[in-house]
C-alpha cells in the first residue's frame, strides 16, 4: 500500500515542517506545488528533503493562482505514474487521525469507492506555548458545536482517477467520476489547525487580499470571510475572536479540551530542526508580497517587447561581465527578461531597462536557460542555482549566446 498527499503551498513557514513531520508517519510521500512562496517554506522543504524525506516540489509560476485547475492537474500527474493507491489532498494546516491509527484505516479501504472524512477544528489561543514550534502538540483546544467540522475533505483511489475521470472541488471538499461512489469514512478525520499565531494570521489575511486582486477566476462569494475578518479588524475586533471563526466570523465559538493524539507518531517525527526559519514578520511578508505583485505587473509589460521567436533567457551577475557579453549581441537576440544578482544593494533595480532581482526570485520567471556572466564566480552562482532547484541543462556560460548569433547569421 502506497500514499500520496497532494498539497497546494504558498507561505507556510510556520508550519510546513510540522505538517510533513506529522503527516509523514501515514503517508509515504509528499507532493507540493507552489504557487510563488515568497517566505521560507521552500527553504525548509528542501532542508527536508535533504534529511531523506520522500517529497516533490512543482513551482507554478503565475500568480493568477486557479486551485481548482491545479489540484486536478497534480491529481493526474500523480495517477499518471501508477506507483500508489491513493492521493489524499492535504493542506498545510491539517494533520490526519482517528480512532485508532489511520494508516492502518486507510489500508482496509475499498479502491472503488471515494472517502470523504471530516474536519474538527482547533483554534489558537492566548495560552498557547508560542516556544512549542511542533504544531500539533498545540491542537489543543477544539471547538465546540463548530459549523466547520461538517466541511469534508476527499481521499480518493488513484486507479480510478483516470479510469474514472475523478474531478475534485476547490478546497479538495468534494469529488466525483463516473460509476463511483463517495462514502463518509467516520474512522478518520483531519485535525484542522488554520492559525498558528497572530502574526501568521494577519499576515496571511492581508496576503489573500492582496494577491486575490489578479486572480480573476476567483468567484465573487469565495474569500467573502477575508474580507469580514478584514473589515472587522480594521474597526477595532480582537486577533484572537477573529481567529476562532472560519466559516460565520460573527458567531464565537466555546472551547473544549481535545489533545492532538500522538501516540501514532515515531518520536523521531516530533522534533522540529528549522524553528529559526518560521518567525513571521508581518510588515516585511506584506512587502515581499507588493514586490511579488509588481513583478507580475512588469513580466506583463515585457512580454509586450518581446520577440516571440526568441529564446527567455536570465542573466546572473550585473558588471563589466555582462557589459562585455552583451557589447555586439544585438537587442532582439535573446528576449532578457531580467538580471540576477546577489548584492541587495543592486536588486529591485533597473539595468538596461531590465529588472535585477534576487537568486531565490527566479521561481517567477518562466525562462529558457541562465548564462552566468561571470568566470570567476561561475563555481558558486551555478552551485546557488542548483540548490534553488533550477535544472543544470538550463544553466549555461557566455558561449551559448555565441551558438545564438551563429544560428541567427546561419538563417540569414
Partial sequence: MRIVALTMIAN?????ESFLRYNSNFIDEFVFVSSCCVDNTLIILR???QEGYKLRIYEEKEIDFNQKYLSNKYLKTIAKENDSDWIIPLDCDEFLTGNKNPREIIERLSTQNIYAVKWKNYAMTKNDDREEHFIPKRCQYAKKNYDGDNFTKVIVPTRAVLDKQ???????????GNGIDTVNLNEVWLAHFPT?????????????????IIWRNYGFNEGTHIRHQIAQLEAGA??????????????KFDMYLKPLDLSYCDKETLNI?????????VMQGIIKIGQLMAIKAYIADIKTEENPQRDNVLLYGVGY?????LNGLPSDAINIRAYIDGDVEKQ??????????????IRFFQFDYIVITSQKHFSAMKKTLLELGVDAQKICTPMRLIRVMEEINKDE
Avoid at 475523478?166 to 466525483?176: E, K, L, R
Avoid at 499565531?197 to 489573500?208: F, K
Fill in 12 to 16: 507556510e513557514q510556520e508550519i510546513v
Fill in 47 to 49: 532542508h527536508l528533503l
Fill in 166 to 176: 475523478i474531478f475534485i472541488s476547490t478546497g479538495y471538499h468534494d469529488a466525483m
Fill in 196 to 212: 498558528v499565531s497572530p502574526e501568521q494570521y494577519l499576515y496571511r489575511l492581508y496576503e489573500r487580499s492582496i494577491k486575490s
Fill in 238 to 251: 480582537d486577533v484572537f475572536d477573529l481567529a476562532y471563526g472560519y466559516v460565520n466570523e460573527s458567531k
Fill in 273 to 281: 530542526k528549522y524553528a529559526a526559519l518560521t518567525h513571521t514578520d
Fill in 321 to 325: 561581465c555582462a557589459e562585455q557579453i
Fill in 348 to 361: 529591485f533595480r533597473m539595468y538596461n531597462r531590465k529588472l535585477i532581482i534576487p537568486p531565490d526570485y
